[in-house]
């Protein structure tokens, strides 16, 4: 799927950081967006707030990770790079520090399967990546690991990363799981929910599939 840079998909990055933070998923200028176009991506700008992001301070970064623009990549561009090389499926990544993910991954805690919608996550849990430090190759690699079979990862003491083939695809799994770990981290409050069984979740896998290609006809 080939896609160019032009003015709609940097307005499109943009309002999709906005809407972000608008979701509640995200706060300030924390968080950080792309889209994949040929050769590389686009991404939000570092340290610039999301309502003073004009399309001229979105950055393109090229898949050797060099940027061209007039401001400096989000300090993650890393992690945005090399997920757009293991996975050619992927046309856009939000990465957000949403309050109850982040919460769930300051524990260190993955999301298991105790709800049936966290097939959304492509298989029967949300895996948390181990810490390292934020904008290092440590951190991507952990993510790519942590994303392998799934479309949506936690970071440890960190936030999360969804990813989808559209912006708004990306955003709605980030609004979905940060409800799911809301869910999760209500339930921890009476107790450790039961997980449901690698079979079932299998089958919710893969009526997923199903209706997302009934979908896209
Ligand atoms: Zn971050």
């Not at 966290?118 to 994303?147: K, M, N, W």
């Amino acid at each position: 799927m080939a896609t160019t840079d032009s003015r709609a998909l940097r307005l499109a990055v943009i309002r999709t950081a906005r809407d972000m933070n608008a979701l509640g998923i995200n706060r300030g200028k924390s968080g950080n967006v792309s889209a994949r176009i040929d050769g590389g991506f686009l991404v939000t700008p570092s340290a610039l707030p999301y309502e003073q992001t004009a399309p001229e301070d979105i950055v393109a970064v090229d898949r050797d990770g060099e940027a061209r623009g007039r401001r400096a990549p989000s300090s993650e561009w890393r992690f945005h790079r090399d997920i757009y090389a293991a996975r050619a499926e992927v046309m856009a990544i939000v990465h957000a520090h949403s309050p109850f993910a982040t919460t769930l991954a300051c524990l260190d805690r993955g999301i298991p399967a105790f709800h049936y919608m966290i097939a959304v996550a492509g298989g029967s849990d949300i895996r948390c990546a181990p810490y390292a430090t934020f904008g290092t190759q440590e951190l991507s690699d952990h993510a790519v690991h942590a994303l392998e079979g799934r479309v949506v990862c936690l970071l440890a003491h960190h936030g999360l990363i969804a990813v989808g083939n559209a912006l708004e695809q990306a955003l709605a799994l980030a609004v979905e799981v940060e409800t799911l770990a809301e869910m999760y981290w209500r339930a921890l409050q009476i107790g450790e929910p039961k997980s449901l069984n690698e079979t079932e979740m299998a089958r919710i896998v893969q009526k997923f599939t199903t209706y997302r290609t009934l979908q896209r006809r």
